[in-house]
């Protein structure tokens, strides 16, 4: 193989078999070393879900240029950040998912929780890695 043929392979299993080329997003990414699949603001890493939620709240809901402004952000990543959560991305529900799990597996969920999360077995642990 060739230098260009390795780094294209290298690349390829760095980002799960998705072509580094594949995300159409300019201030959105997943965040290097997270569990979660979906996409943060870059070099921010701020979830792209967090600025939806302040947008789309029952009370109190921010304007898009509030949220910019909170933040520290550009207008144009917010608006990017909204227009993927309206998409309705599967890997945001899947990441929702395998934390409803692991809360659940945890005792988190539990009323009488209290502060400290049940230990997991080797076994639980690997069920939830699988989600």
């Given at each position: 193989?060739?230098?260009?043929?390795?780094?294209?392979?290298?690349?390829?299993?760095?980002?799960?078999?998705?072509?580094?080329?594949?995300?159409?997003?300019?201030?959105?990414?997943?965040?290097?070393?997270?569990?979660?699949?979906?996409?943060?603001?870059?070099?921010?890493?701020?979830?792209?879900?967090?600025?939806?939620?302040?947008?789309?709240r029952?009370?109190?809901?921010?304007?898009?240029?509030?949220?910019?402004?909170?933040?520290?952000?550009?207008?144009?990543?917010?608006?990017?950040?909204?227009?993927?959560?309206?998409?309705?991305?599967?890997?945001?529900?899947?990441?929702?998912?395998?934390?409803?799990?692991?809360?659940?597996?945890?005792?988190?969920?539990?009323?009488?929780?209290?502060?400290r999360?049940?230990?997991?077995?080797?076994?639980?642990?690997?069920?939830?890695?699988?989600?």
């Open positions: 193989m060739d230098g260009l043929t390795v780094a294209a392979l290298d690349a390829t299993l760095y980002t799960g078999g998705m072509s580094t080329n594949a995300n159409p997003y300019k201030y959105l990414a997943r965040k290097p070393g997270s569990n979660y699949k979906q996409l943060f603001i870059k070099d921010r890493w701020i979830s792209a879900r967090t600025l939806y939620g302040k947008y789309v029952d009370e109190e809901p921010m304007t898009l240029e509030e949220i910019a402004a909170d933040y520290d952000l550009p207008l144009e990543a917010v608006k990017e950040a909204i227009a993927y959560c309206q998409s309705n991305p599967p890997e945001i529900a899947q990441d929702y998912a395998r934390e409803e799990a692991r809360m659940e597996a945890t005792g988190m969920n539990d009323p009488n929780y209290d502060g999360p049940k230990l997991l077995t080797a076994q639980e642990i690997a069920r939830l890695r699988k989600l």
